[in-house]
């Protein structure tokens, strides 16, 4: 089972704490970059704000979903 379809069947509670996550992970990335210029993993910046997107997308998608009604 991919990431993506394992983010897709967790809660709404379980996706706000990974973006809490990923957010205070990318907030240490760039407060490192900025103190010492450099990363050892540069590309991990990169791929933390994508998955946090990805997070914050299912989260929408989940409660918009939640309060539409079916149109008939």
Do not use: C, D, W
Request: hydrophobic share 30%; no cysteine.
């Amino acid at each position: 089972m991919s990431e993506l379809e394992q983010m897709k069947k967790e809660t709404i509670e379980q996706l706000e704490e990974r973006y809490m996550q990923l957010s205070s992970e990318i907030f240490t990335l760039t407060s490192e970059l900025k103190s010492l210029r450099k990363l050892e993993q540069p590309h991990m910046l990169s791929f933390k704000k994508k998955e946090r997107a990805r997070v914050l997308t299912i989260m929408n998608e989940k409660k918009r979903g939640a309060h539409e009604q079916p149109k008939n």
